[in-house]
């Protein structure tokens, strides 16, 4: 999942930071959520199903190397992370220190109940996520690394990510043109998804 961009994308939406992330870990029904969380994990999966069908995604995800075919997907989310970190400043009026700070809190306040709708494996990222303090390293290269290590855990072809960083690094034309030119587009249309939220998705 790429993090920094579904938290961005929840804060322009204004929408539920922790839920636009938990999407990516829950499998319970979205009708049986929490209502204050359901319109933030259906949002989660209209962003999640834009980015994997669009042209341009899909376009350069086939310009990674064949054997990375695999983990082309993410990939893409960790140099989109990079690039919307990288270039902040045009896409948020908070600086991104400050953003991050702001996120960061919001997301212990949603860390702080665990069950199906509050998953541990993702509250344990909460955790490392604060620690370490991904949401500001994304612009610099330890943070593609550091998102790419994350990334590799518990993935059944962890090995694929060793030395993916300087295929991002070969590949930064590609990535930060689809990037540059896709991004816009999902701004607006979670905007959109927002204000056409169904009913019982919406909170009270």
């Keep these: 999942m790429n993090i920094l961009t579904h938290l961005h994308l929840a ?13 990516n870990f829950i499998t319970a029904p979205i009708e049986n959520a929490p209502r204050a969380l359901r ?15 669009h042209e341009l995604t899909q376009e350069l995800m086939a310009l ?29 009026h ?4 400050e953003f991050s700070q702001k996120a960061y809190a919001e997301l212990a306040q949603y860390a702080a109940k665990a069950d199906e709708y509050h998953p541990q494996p993702y509250l344990n990222i909460i955790t490392d996520m ?14 593609i690394q550091q998102a790419l290590a ?37 701004m607006a249309y979670t905007r959109i998804w927002s204000r056409k939220t169904p009913i019982d998705y919406l909170p009270e």
């Design 130 to 143: 604060h620690r370490e303090d991904w949401l500001n390293n994304y612009a610099t290269p330890k943070g």
């Design 39 to 53: 319109q933030g994990l259906w949002l989660n999966n209209e962003i999640n199903q834009l980015c994997a069908t």
């Design 64 to 92: 990674f190397p064949t054997q990375l075919t695999s983990i082309a997907t993410d990939l893409m989310f960790v140099s989109f992370d990079h690039y919307l970190a990288f270039y902040w400043e045009e896409y948020h």
């Design 150 to 186: 994350q990334r590799a855990k518990g993935h059944p072809q962890s090995a694929l990510f060793s030395g993916a960083d300087k295929i991002l690094a070969k590949m930064q034309i590609e990535t930060e043109t689809a990037f540059r030119t896709f991004y816009p587009q999902l």
């Design 94 to 97: 908070l600086p991104l220190p």
């Design 11 to 23: 804060e322009i939406s204004k929408t539920h930071l922790g839920a636009n992330l938990a999407g």
